[in-house]
């Protein structure tokens, strides 16, 4: 059974920071492009960022260049997300998610969806 379980979620001030984590389990990780995605209230989800288990290569949003690092531990079947300075318009549910082929920062590319976790923001 295919798992991909994000933690890490919280209440942060502006400027603040958050490392998300996602463990995954049911696949083989190192085939999958790994990415972290989020969806505010009344948006469309969209990728933030995401890298290549096996050449360890990132893609980034604009919206996110400077502030969040994604990496990923494979030993661990884990994908961290490093967010600093965090912006009230980061506020969104954060869902991590692997995908085969594509482009890893287009949600429509993913095949496999883990649960998500509030980050919220506030000024």
């Known amino acids: 059974e295919v798992q991909l379980q994000a933690s890490g979620g919280g209440l942060v001030q502006a400027g603040g920071s958050l490392r998300l984590s996602c463990a995954a389990s049911g696949f083989t990780f190192d085939d999958y492009a790994t990415g972290w995605f989020r969806q505010a209230p009344g948006k469309e989800r969209e990728g933030v960022q995401c890298?290549?288990?096996?050449?360890?290569?990132?893609y980034y949003a604009d919206s996110v260049k400077g502030r969040f690092t994604i990496s990923s531990d494979n030993a661990k079947n884990t994908v961290y997300l490093q967010m600093n300075s965090l912006k009230p318009e980061d506020t969104a549910v954060y869902y991590c998610a692997a995908g085969w082929g594509g482009s890893c920062l287009n949600p429509m590319h993913m095949d496999y969806w883990g649960t998500g976790t509030l980050v919220t923001v506030s000024s």
């Open positions: 890298i290549s288990s096996s050449h360890g290569s990132t």
